[in-house]
C-alpha cells in the first residue's frame, strides 16, 4: 500500500501522491497521464459549475427559493440551442448501440475489496460477469470505497479483466464453480453452463465519480483539487478503449448526479475532448444520466439535448433523488418527509418524477429516435431465513413488475444473486426495449412543478427515527473502513433472519442524515403513539430526543456481534462515525454532503482530529459557500 501522509510528485498541470505511478504503471500509463494533463483545463470550469451550485443551494436555504423550470428562450450553455428547442427533441440524439438495445436486467459494483490484492479483489469482476446481468455497471462511485488506493485498484482490476489476462482467467473459472454451488442448491440447477462464454454475455459500463468531488490522489500543480470525474473517465476510457473496441463492444459511461443541464454540457465538451485526445470518432462514447438530483428533473429533455449524440438513457434511482428533494427544500419548513420506508416509487414525488423521466425519453429527436429508461436498484440479498427470503423475492419480483409495465427497459440489482429472480421479469415481456412507447408529451406548467414536491400522507414514527440512525451510524462505519457499500439493517433487527439485510450504498446514507435532519430542525411531529418509547402522536422530533436515541442506538452497535459491527471497528472508526452524524443531524447550517464529512477523516481514527475537521468544514461551507473537498492527507504544492 502506498502511505497516505507521503508528499507529492508534479508533473506540468497535476501533481501526483508519492509513490503513486511507481505503483500504478499499469493505470497511470504515460498515455493516460498525457490525457490526464490534456483535459487538466476542464476542472477550472468544474470547479466554477460547483460554486454556481453552492449559490443556488444557499439562495434556497437562506430565501426560500423553489427550483423552477428554465426559461424556454434561454440558451442551453455549450449545446447553440435553446430550452424550447431541446424540450421540441430540435437536436440530433444517438443511435443505441447494439450491445445496449437488450439491458434488461444491470447489475452494479466495484471491481474491487477494500485493501485487497489483485488475485481477491478482482473476484468481483468475475461474478459481475459470470452473473447473467445484460449490463454490469462497475462502480467508481457510490459502492466503491475511498480507503488507499481503491480507486486505482479499480481501474486496475477493470484494465486486467476486460482484457482478460492473468490472473483473471484463473479467479474466473473459480468463481464460476462457487456461484454454481449457490445456484444449484436456490434455484435448483446451474447458471453458468461455460465460463468462457458466459464471460462474454454482458455489457460493461462504467460510473465515474461525480462532479462535486476531488480525486484522492491528483491534484492540481498550483495546490487545489482535481475532479476525480476527471480522473476516473480518462482512466477508464484511455486504458480501455482498444480492447473494448476490439471485441466489438461499446464505450458506455453512467453519469452521477448532475443537476443541469449546463452541467451536462460539460461532460459532453470533456468527453469529446477525450474521444479527439485518443484519435477516437466523436461520439464514440456512450453515456446514461442518473437521474438522482430534483433539478435535473426540471431539466430532462435540455440535459438529453446537451449530451446529444451520446447519451443513450437514463436512469431512475430511489435513494439519491429522494435526499436531493429533501435538500433542495431544506428551507422550507413546510416540506416534512415520512418514514424513508413510506417513500417508494409510487409515492407522491417520486410517482411524478418516474413519470417525467419515461416521457422524457420517449419524445423523439430530429431522427425520430427515442432513449432507454433503465429502471432503479433492487437492493435485496437472498439470505436469510425461509421466510424472509420468499417475501423479500417476491417484493422484488413485483417491482420488476411494476417498472416494465410502467414503461422500463430494464433494471438495476445490487447482488448477482439477484439477476437471475428479477431477469425472468423481462424474458416473459420478451421485447428488447420499450423505445418509443407512447405517453404524453412533456408539460411545463406550475402544476408540474408542484407535483414535483408532492407529499402525501404516512406515517412518520419513532422507529422510523430510530430505523434512519442506526443504519446511518452504520454505514458510516462501514464508508471508514472502506465498504462504500455494505450490507445493512437497523440494530434492531440483528439475529432476526426474517429481516434481510439490503445493500447499502453512499446514497442511502445520504437520505438518512437528510431526512434526521429535516425532521429535527421543522420540528416534524410523530403521527403515531410509541408508548415505549415515550412519545405521542402529534409529538415534535426534539433535540431532547434525538440525544436519546443517538445514545440508545449507538450503544446498540458497541453491543452488537461481530457479524453486523465489526469488533475492531468499535474503537476505531465507529466512534468518528457517531461525531459525522450527530454533528451533521444537529448543526443548524445543513450539510450539502455526508460524503464530504466522510471523505475528510477517512483513515483517521482520532475523534478530536474529526471535531477539527468538521469544524473547519463547517466554517467554510457556512461563510462563503467552500466545501473542503480535497483530501487531507494529499499535502499542499
Not at 169 to 186: C, D, L, R, Y
Request: glycine content about 8%; aromatic content about 8%.
Amino acid at each position: 500500500m502506498v502511505p497516505s501522509n507521503t508528499p507529492v510528485e508534479g508533473s506540468s498541470r497535476l501533481r501526483f501522491r508519492n509513490g503513486i505511478r511507481e505503483h500504478y504503471p499499469d493505470v497511470l500509463t504515460p498515455a493516460a497521464v498525457e490525457a490526464l494533463e490534456a483535459l487538466a483545463g476542464f476542472n477550472r470550469e468544474r470547479q466554477l459549475l460547483m460554486q454556481a451550485r453552492m449559490a443556488r443551494r444557499r439562495a434556497r436555504l437562506e430565501e426560500g427559493r423553489r427550483i423552477a423550470f428554465l426559461d424556454p428562450a434561454a440558451e442551453i450553455p455549450g449545446c447553440g440551442i435553446t430550452v424550447e428547442q431541446a424540450r421540441a427533441g430540435l437536436f440530433h440524439g444517438s443511435a443505441i448501440p447494439e450491445d445496449l438495445e437488450r439491458q434488461w436486467i444491470q447489475g452494479t459494483g466495484p471491481a474491487t475489496k477494500p485493501r485487497a490484492t489483485v488475485q481477491d479483489g478482482i473476484r468481483n469482476v468475475a461474478y459481475a460477469l459470470l452473473s447473467g446481468a445484460d449490463g454490469w455497471m462497475f462502480d467508481g462511485e457510490d459502492a466503491l470505497g475511498q480507503v488507499d488506493t481503491m480507486s486505482l485498484d479499480n481501474q486496475r482490476n477493470l484494465t486486467i479483466a476486460l482484457a482478460f489476462k492473468n490472473p483473471f482467467p484463473g479467479v474466473a473459472e473459480t468463481v464460476a464453480a462457487e456461484m454454481n454451488a449457490w445456484s444449484k442448491s436456490f434455484l435448483g440447477r446451474k447458471i453458468v453452463a461455460n465460463w468462457r462464454e458466459q464471460l462474454e454475455f454482458t455489457t460493461r459500463i462504467f460510473r465515474p465519480r461525480g462532479l462535486h468531488l476531488d480525486d484522492r490522489h491528483i491534484g492540481e500543480a498550483g495546490g487545489s483539487g482535481f475532479s476525480a470525474s476527471i480522473v476516473d473517465a480518462v482512466l477508464y476510457v484511455a486504458n480501455n478503449h482498444a480492447t473494448l473496441r476490439s471485441q466489438g463492444r461499446s464505450i458506455v459511461l453512467y453519469l452521477p448526479k448532475i443537476q443541469t443541464a449546463e452541467e451536462a454540457s460539460l461532460w459532453n465538451r470533456l468527453l469529446g475532448a477525450l474521444e479527439q485526445h485518443l484519435g477516437l470518432p466523436e461520439g464514440m462514447v456512450k453515456v446514461y444520466v442518473l437521474v438522482e438530483q430534483l433539478e435535473a428533473c426540471f431539466q430532462l429533455m435540455e440535459i438529453r439535448a446537451a449530451l446529444a449524440c451520446r447519451f443513450v438513457g437514463y436512469n431512475t434511482g430511489r435513494w439519491d433523488y429522494i435526499n436531493s428533494v429533501a435538500d433542495a427544500l431544506a428551507g422550507d419548513r413546510s416540506f416534512q418527509n415520512p418514514n424513508i420506508d413510506a417513500i417508494t416509487m409510487t409515492y407522491g414525488y417520486m410517482r411524478i418524477y418516474e413519470d417525467r423521466v419515461r416521457r422524457a425519453v420517449n419524445t423523439p429527436d430530429r431522427n425520430g429516435r427515442c432513449a432507454l429508461w433503465q429502471g432503479g436498484m433492487e437492493p435485496n440479498i437472498p439470505v436469510g431465513s425461509e421466510k424472509g427470503v420468499t417475501e423479500a423475492m417476491r417484493r422484488a419480483v413485483a417491482g420488476g413488475q411494476r417498472e416494465q409495465k410502467a414503461g422500463a427497459s430494464g433494471k438495476w440489482v445490487a447482488h448477482w444473486k439477484m439477476v437471475h429472480i428479477v431477469r425472468p421479469v423481462w424474458d416473459q415481456a420478451g421485447a428488447a426495449n420499450q423505445l418509443g412507447r407512447h405517453f404524453p408529451p412533456l408539460t411545463h406548467t406550475a402544476a408540474d412543478a408542484a407535483g414535483l414536491m408532492l407529499l402525501e400522507p404516512a406515517p412518520r414514527t419513532l422507529r422510523g427515527a430510530r430505523d434512519l440512525l442506526s443504519v446511518a451510524l452504520q454505514y458510516g462505519n462501514a464508508f471508514g473502513r472502506g465498504y462504500q457499500a455494505a450490507a445493512l439493517k437497523p440494530a434492531d433487527f440483528f439475529g432476526n433472519d426474517d429481516v434481510l439485510y439490503l445493500m447499502e450504498d453512499m446514497a442511502t446514507g445520504e437520505i438518512r442524515l437528510s431526512i434526521l435532519w429535516e425532521w429535527l430542525h421543522k420540528q416534524a411531529c410523530f403521527t403515531e403513539d410509541d408508548p415505549d418509547g415515550g412519545v405521542r402522536a402529534g409529538d415534535p422530533f426534539t433535540p431532547a430526543i434525538f440525544d436519546r436515541i443517538l445514545e440508545e442506538e449507538y450503544a446498540k452497535l458497541r453491543r452488537a456481534e461481530n457479524r453486523d459491527v465489526h469488533d475492531d471497528s468499535k474503537a476505531t472508526t465507529l466512534p468518528i462515525a457517531r461525531e459525522i452524524v450527530e454533528r451533521y443531524v444537529k448543526n443548524a447550517f445543513k450539510a450539502p454532503w455526508y460524503i464530504d464529512l466522510l471523505n475528510l477523516n477517512l483513515n483517521n481514527h482520532d475523534r478530536e482530529r474529526a471535531r477539527r475537521r468538521i469544524d473547519a468544514y463547517y466554517a467554510a461551507v457556512e461563510g462563503d459557500g467552500t466545501r473542503l473537498t480535497a483530501n487531507p492527507d494529499l499535502p499542499e504544492a
